[in-house]
Structure formats: structure tokens, C-alpha cells
């Protein structure tokens, strides 16, 4: 089996040298000790291990390590920049938006895409576009809350 040796994750080029059918989830985990995203039912249905590839949400559970080796990955520890976090996070914390927070990462990494695509997302939006994302604590309407007032947060910042 062929080896992948160069990963793009959160700006860095990493050397792995594992083989290209490994899931994604276990390389950020086993081989980069980023274990922001949760492994939650390893068939791509709850979101907790949603990561951006190239900028787009996918679930890292189910993505052959070998189909990013040339696109841009991005996790929940690469969304802030430095010690400035990214505002969907600072809008989680201030909502009190997570419980047992097994799902946060991966409702943030959504989240932020969301607010990527759509700077004022309605209620309704929102709620479609997270569906993906299980919540078990059922936080569910604090999450709505933080990504709307994330999008505030980010047009005030734009103003």
C-alpha cells in the first residue's frame, strides 16, 4: 500500500508516513496529538469529528488520510488564530452553547463554515445546515443562539 508522507493541517506541513486508507480522525489523533475532534459513531452521522477540507465541513471518521494529501485541512485547533479565538468559540462559551462538549469541536467546526458561507444565517438556516451535528446533552438551542450571535460578533467586527 502506498504511504502518505506529507499532510497540510492548520497551516503546517506535517511528515506522516502511515498508510493512505487510514481514516483521517486517527492520523489528527494517533500521529499529530490534535484530539480536539471526537471520534463519537465512526460512520460519519453525529459531526463530532467534522474538520474543514479545504475549507469545506467533512467528517474525518470515514476520509481515507490518502484523499487530503493535497488539500488544506483544518481542525477545531487550527480555527483560532493564535490565542485569539475564532468568534463561533468565544460565542460558545458566552451561550454556555456545550454540556458534556463531546460534540463541540465538531458543532464549531460546522458552525463556523455555515458563517462562512452565509454571514446571517436565519434561525431556520442554521437549524438545516447543523442537522448533521448530534448533540446528546441537547443543547441544541443554545448552539442556534451562539452561531447567531457569532454572526453579530463577525459583522460588527466587518463594520
Known amino acids: 500500500m502506498a504511504k502518505v ?3 497540510y493541517v492548520n497551516d ?3 511528515d506522516i508516513n ?3 486508507s487510514v481514516t483521517l480522525l486517527g492520523v489528527l489523533r494517533d500521529d499529530l496529538d490534535l ?3 471526537k471520534y463519537g459513531c465512526g460512520e460519519g452521522q453525529c459531526g463530532a469529528c467534522t474538520v474543514w ?6 467528517r474525518s471518521c470515514i476520509l481515507p488520510v490518502g ?5 488544506r485541512v483544518t481542525t477545531i485547533e487550527g480555527l483560532a488564530k493564535g490565542e485569539q479565538l475564532h468568534p463561533l468559540q468565544t460565542a460558545f462559551l458566552e451561550e454556555e452553547a456545550l454540556q458534556c462538549a463531546y460534540c463541540t469541536s465538531g458543532m464549531i467546526m460546522s458552525g463556523a463554515a455555515l458563517l462562512h458561507s452565509n454571514a446571517n444565517p436565519s434561525e431556520t438556516e442554521i437549524v438545516s445546515f447543523m442537522e448533521g451535528n ?6 441544541h438551542p443554545r448552539i442556534v443562539s451562539a452561531i447567531r450571535r457569532a454572526a453579530k460578533m463577525m459583522q460588527a467586527a466587518r463594520a
Open 5 to 7: 508522507t506529507k499532510l
Open 12 to 14: 503546517t506541513i506535517h
Open 134 to 139: 448530534v448533540c446528546r446533552c441537547g443543547t
Open 35 to 37: 484530539t480536539g475532534s
Open 53 to 58: 477540507i479545504d475549507g469545506v465541513p467533512q
Open 18 to 20: 502511515v498508510d493512505e
Open 67 to 71: 484523499t487530503v494529501r493535497e488539500k
